[in-house]
């Protein structure tokens, strides 16, 4: 077997194993440094528009340079999993994404088979599985690999999915056929996230300032809310789906998954909201089990659901 042909033959392979794990995209780029994007990240930080993710700031020159994570890497295999299952209804409302089990988990492991698969039909083969706690650009290796375009939210688009995707990285130390890059910006004239979102988090085409931002606020920050956000949740208690809700290509293309482990747990799209104000810590425990919202830990979401009723008139 040639080397091209070779290569032909495990790239092949890996979208195949792809998709028979259950991953609905996965686009191939070459691995190499991000100057121009890694640019605006470091400008992005330089403004402060992370907040209080100073994790961010601790590896950025591994997000510029997947070399710096990975030193072997030759191939980045971007995947995506569409996660959309309706848009939140309640007066307390939860994020489409963390209506099921925690995609961490999922996404991860099935990278990881992924990986083993791989490696026990190309045996020397070496890799690396990452989902979004990894210092690793996803989304723009995703564009990268063909997968979709980055909207003006700063979430990925796909033609067919929308933006309602999970995204995942297998880093390689081998050589792959690459995707074209999907080089269109699709969202032309429109500003329909910008002008949806109630705190004016999205400052900029393609900017988000996450001090603003609502799923920023209700996950990652700790402690009390800024005074000036403190009633500016909007009924949101966990993350926030306003700027993606209103995308065009979301209300066109957004289709329901058919991943049973991102299935909306009733215990949390039904919740009244007495029910959410007379949450135990026993209860927090049981419903988001195996579940992305316990990143807010239970004093997070009981602070939550406390601010929104200082922005209500009507309960």
């Given at each position: 077997m040639?080397?091209i042909e070779?290569?032909?033959s495990?790239?092949?392979f890996?979208k195949?194993?792809?998709h028979?794990?259950?991953?609905?995209?996965?686009?191939i780029?070459?691995?190499g440094?991000?100057?121009?994007?890694?640019?605006?990240?470091?400008?992005?930080?330089d403004?402060?528009?992370h907040a209080t993710?100073n994790w961010m700031l601790?590896?950025?020159n591994?997000?510029r340079d997947v070399h710096?994570?990975?030193?072997e890497?030759k191939?980045v295999?971007?995947?995506?999993?569409n996660?959309?299952?309706?848009?939140?209804?309640?007066?307390?409302?939860?994020?489409n994404?963390?209506?099921?089990?925690?995609y961490h988990?999922?996404?991860?492991?099935r990278?990881i088979?992924?990986?083993k698969?791989?490696q026990?039909r190309?045996p020397?083969?070496?890799g690396?599985a990452c989902v979004?706690?990894?210092?690793?650009m996803?989304?723009?290796w995703?564009q990268?690999g063909g997968i979709?375009w980055i909207?003006?939210?700063?979430n990925?688009?796909?033609r067919?999915?929308?933006?309602?995707?999970?995204l995942?990285?297998?880093?390689l130390d081998c050589?792959l056929?690459?995707?074209?890059p999907?080089?269109e910006?699709?969202?032309?004239?429109c500003t329909?996230?910008i002008d949806a979102c109630?705190?004016?988090?999205?400052?900029?085409d393609y900017?988000?300032?996450?001090?603003k931002?609502?799923s920023?606020l209700?996950i990652?920050?700790?402690g009390?809310?800024?005074?000036?956000?403190?009633?500016?949740?909007?009924?949101?208690?966990?993350g926030c789906?306003?700027c993606?809700?209103?995308?065009?290509?979301?209300?066109k293309?957004?289709?329901?998954?058919?991943?049973?482990?991102?299935?909306?747990r009733?215990?949390?799209?039904?919740?009244?909201v007495?029910?959410?104000?007379?949450?135990t810590e026993?209860e927090y425990?049981?419903i988001?089990?195996?579940?992305?919202?316990k990143?807010?830990?239970?004093?997070?979401?009981k602070r939550?659901?406390?601010a929104n009723?200082?922005?209500r008139?009507e309960?």
């Amino acid at each position: 077997m040639s080397e091209i042909e070779k290569i032909q033959s495990i790239t092949h392979f890996i979208k195949k194993k792809a998709h028979e794990l259950g991953f609905d995209k996965v686009g191939i780029a070459p691995a190499g440094p991000l100057d121009e994007e890694g640019s605006r990240l470091r400008q992005w930080l330089d403004r402060g528009y992370h907040a209080t993710m100073n994790w961010m700031l601790s590896r950025v020159n591994e997000r510029r340079d997947v070399h710096r994570y990975f030193p072997e890497a030759k191939s980045v295999v971007s995947v995506a999993m569409n996660y959309f299952h309706g848009t939140a209804k309640e007066k307390l409302k939860i994020s489409n994404y963390a209506w099921g089990d925690d995609y961490h988990v999922v996404l991860k492991k099935r990278l990881i088979q992924l990986l083993k698969d791989i490696q026990e039909r190309y045996p020397g083969v070496k890799g690396i599985a990452c989902v979004d706690t990894s210092p690793v650009m996803e989304k723009v290796w995703a564009q990268r690999g063909g997968i979709g375009w980055i909207g003006k939210h700063t979430n990925l688009i796909s033609r067919d999915y929308g933006s309602w995707l999970f995204l995942g990285e297998l880093i390689l130390d081998c050589e792959l056929e690459h995707d074209s890059p999907f080089e269109e910006d699709l969202c032309g004239s429109c500003t329909a996230c910008i002008d949806a979102c109630p705190t004016g988090a999205v400052v900029d085409d393609y900017i988000v300032d996450a001090n603003k931002c609502i799923s920023y606020l209700t996950i990652e920050h700790r402690g009390e809310l800024p005074e000036e956000m403190a009633d500016q949740l909007h009924d949101w208690i966990y993350g926030c789906d306003i700027c993606q809700e209103v995308c065009p290509w979301n209300i066109k293309f957004g289709r329901r998954s058919e991943e049973v482990a991102f299935s909306p747990r009733s215990d949390i799209v039904k919740k009244t909201v007495e029910e959410w104000e007379s949450l135990t810590e026993e209860e927090y425990k049981r419903i988001f089990r195996k579940s992305a919202i316990k990143r807010a830990k239970f004093e997070g979401i009981k602070r939550n659901i406390s601010a929104n009723f200082l922005g209500r008139r009507e309960i």
